[in-house]
């Protein structure tokens, strides 16, 4: 664990033990992709029901098309890495020293699945390494 911000691997707990605010807007970013998809999928089946109607599984085309379509919108918002480094005061050299502390210091609050998917958006491989980490049980530094 390094104190500051200077590590490749931004931690998503700050010293303070809450989660970075760049950690609550990609938890944000999710739930608007799942508005998002939810909102197209509806708008999908109502065009469906107007055009579709003499296509075979016109219905389910035009839901499966507005669900991804409302999910791009959703997708919009992207995590800025300024952002991200101007919000954090701690880092890591690496994803599984992040993982083994973070599973140690944080693996039983309630939303610590939350974090680590907001974390695997921006470290892709994280998920991974808090599985291994768990699964080794050995504490991080």
Same mark, same amino acid.
């Given at each position: =664990?390094?104190?500051? $911000? ?17 950690? $609550? ?11 998002? +998809? ?8 109502? =065009?469906?029901?107007?055009? =579709?109607?003499?296509? /075979? ?9 507005? +669900?991804?379509? @409302? @999910?791009?919108? @959703? ?18 050299? +690496? ?28 470290? /892709? ?15 991080? +530094?």
């Amino acid at each position: =664990l390094l104190p500051d $911000n200077t590590g490749k691997y931004l931690s998503p707990y700050t010293c303070d033990a809450v989660t970075a605010e760049w950690v $609550n807007q990609a938890i944000n970013v999710r739930t608007g992709e799942a508005a998002g +998809s939810a909102v197209g999928a509806a708008a999908g089946n109502v =065009l469906a029901g107007q055009v =579709l109607d003499n296509v /075979p599984f016109g219905g389910m085309l035009g839901g499966m098309v507005g +669900s991804r379509a @409302g @999910g791009a919108v @959703g997708r919009e918002v992207a995590i800025d890495m300024d952002h991200v480094r101007a919000t954090s005061d701690r880092s890591f050299r +690496s994803v599984d020293d992040m993982a083994r502390y973070l599973v140690h210091r944080f693996g039983d609050d309630a939303n610590f699945a939350d974090v680590v998917q907001a974390t695997e958006r921006l470290y /892709p491989g994280f998920q991974q390494a808090v599985v291994r980490a768990a699964r080794s049980g050995t504490p991080g +530094s």
